[in-house]
Each structure stands twice: as structure tokens, then as C-alpha cells.
């Protein structure tokens, strides 16, 4: 599960539930009649909005919402490095016997689509184009969270005046006037709390999810456009982790040079100051014996 929603969840919650305690009882803001009103309203008009196939994906989008997807930009540019060293080593076609155990969808498309032999125009255009339609779906379920958390308050406020209407028809009692009130000012809330805790932050949260998985995606294109082209896989890896925050890079990029390397350096330099004395020395015997 995603510790930020844990986290944030909790709070904000906690936060509601210890300011509510502290005036009073906590059944005086419970009214089963109110939360139908706002929830089922605001349920109810969204789906209007939107067509079957969004509303049945929505247990879906709830646990990409609560869970990590298993795309991870970071896991992603090791196994396409993975495929980049074996395609150097024993060819492009060696990435057939990988096809099996590739479980993510696109993935396996365009690895399978570059063992194909398939054009790199062609591969770029197949999966920019699925691309470009996953983010249409992806679109249509955050609209969805996105009008509910409008509607919310909307809905929240019509209970309001229902409970208002109930309340002017028993004038004639001014007791039971402070209760009603407070009854048709809990609908309100309702709607608040289920649109700013709810409905918005479940909305942001996809689409979040949504950037993840299309950055994940663009380097999966951009890694395998550089197989095709016979990139060593040092290049590979570069060009990946140009997608990531400079902490989140691989250690391989920028590595430092070895000890060896070092020591090479320090000869050649140690060479060329031997020349420069030897070059002085030249010099001042020939004006010596001029």
C-alpha cells in the first residue's frame, strides 16, 4: 500500500475526528439520512458523466490509487540495460527467449516488436500511439474523481436546504428548531469532508500514477530504439537515467576512474614534465655555445 495515503489518510482524519471531540459528542455529527443525500447524489451525478466502461474500472483505479504499480522507472532501466548487453553480446534475436518472462504488457510488445525486425518508425509510432490512448483512459477515470469532488459540496449544500425546508415546517415548535438547524448544517459537512478528503485527493493521486506510468513507458521506447540502433549499453543507461532525479540515478553514471586509470594519468603526466626539463636543458646548451 502507498505510505502516503496511509499517512496522509490518518491525519487528516485524525485531525477531523480530535477538533470534533472537542465540542462535544461525536453522534451529534452522524446522520445516516444527510450522508445518503450527499454520497449517493454526488455518486449518482458523476456516473452521468461518464460511459460503462470508466465506472466498471473503477474498483481498478481505486487500487492503482492505493497501490504502488509495479512499473518502476528504476526497474525498468535495468532490465532494458539487461537487453542491451545481451543484444550486444549474442544479437537482437537473443531477446526472444526474454519474451516469457516479461509480464508487463507494453513492455513484451515492444521487445517483441523489436525481435520482429520491425522498422524503428513503425515501433516508435505503434507504441506512442498506445501511449497516447492509455492516457485518454487514464484521463476519463481522473475526470471522474474530479466532478465528483466538485458535486460534493453541491450535494452537501442541497441537504442543507432540504433540512431547512423540514425545519420551517415545524416553526410552530422552537424547540426543535437548534436540532434541525444543526442537522441540515451536517449535510454540508458531509459534502466538504467527502470532497476534500475524498474525491480530490483520490483524483491527484491518479494522476500521479497516470505520469508515472507514461514517463515508465517513454523509457521503455527510448530504451529500445537505442538497442535497435546498437547503442553500447554505458550509452543505454545514460540515456535513461536522463528521465530520473539526479539521486535516483544509477551508480553507474558519472562513476569515477578507477585506480589504474589514475595511475596511467599520473604517468603521462609525470612523461611530459620529464620532456619539459628535457626540452629546458636543450635550450641552454644551445645558447651557452652560441
Given at each position: 500500500?502507498?505510505?502516503t495515503i496511509l499517512v ?5 482524519f ?8 472537542g ?22 451525478a ?13 474498483p ?26 545481451k543484444?550486444r ?20 510488445k515492444?521487445?517483441?516488436l ?7 518508425e ?7 500511439t ?15 474523481f ?27 415548535d ?13 449535510t ?56 530520473l ?8 553514471e ?14 603521462s ?8 626539463k ?6 641552454e ?6
Open positions: 500500500m502507498d505510505i496522509g489518510t490518518v491525519i487528516a485524525g485531525t477531523l475526528l480530535w477538533g470534533t471531540m465540542t462535544g459528542s461525536i453522534g451529534q455529527y452522524i446522520n445516516v439520512p444527510s450522508l445518503i443525500i450527499v454520497f449517493g447524489g454526488t455518486v449518482g458523476s456516473l452521468m458523466t461518464t460511459d460503462m466502461a470508466t465506472a466498471k474500472a473503477l481498478h483505479m481505486l487500487k492503482i490509487a492505493f497501490f504502488k504499480h509495479k512499473l518502476e522507472s528504476e526497474k525498468v532501466i535495468e532490465e532494458l540495460v539487461g537487453y542491451a548487453e543484444a553480446r549474442e544479437g537482437i534475436l537473443s531477446l526472444d527467449k526474454e519474451l516469457k518472462n516479461i509480464d508487463d504488457a507494453f513492455m513484451h515492444a521487445v517483441q523489436l525481435v520482429d525486425g520491425t522498422a524503428p513503425l515501433i516508435r509510432d505503434i507504441l506512442e498506445e501511449i497516447i490512448f492509455l492516457e485518454q483512459r487514464h484521463n476519463n477515470g481522473i475526470k471522474l474530479n466532478v465528483a469532488g466538485a458535486l460534493a459540496p453541491a450535494f452537501g449544500f442541497l441537504g442543507t436546504l432540504i433540512g431547512l425546508i423540514a425545519m420551517l415546517v415545524k416553526m410552530s422552537p424547540e426543535t428548531l437548534g436540532p434541525a438547524m444543526a442537522v441540515a448544517l451536517v454540508t459537512l458531509y459534502g466538504v469532508i467527502l470532497s476534500n478528503m475524498v474525491f480530490i485527493p483520490l483524483g491527484e493521486k491518479l494522476k500521479a500514477r497516470n505520469e508515472e506510468e507514461i514517463k515508465a513507458k517513454e523509457m521503455i521506447i527510448e530504451g529500445i530504439m537505442s538497442i535497435q540502433s546498437g547503442d553500447n549499453p554505458r550509452i543505454v543507461a545514460d540515456k535513461l537515467n536522463t528521465f532525479p539526479p539521486r535516483s540515478r544509477s551508480e553507474k558519472g562513476k569515477p576512474a578507477g585506480k589504474g586509470e589514475r595511475k596511467a594519468g599520473g604517468g603526466e609525470g612523461a611530459g614534465r620529464g620532456a619539459g628535457e626540452e629546458k636543458k636543450g635550450k646548451e644551445l645558447k651557452e655555445a652560441v
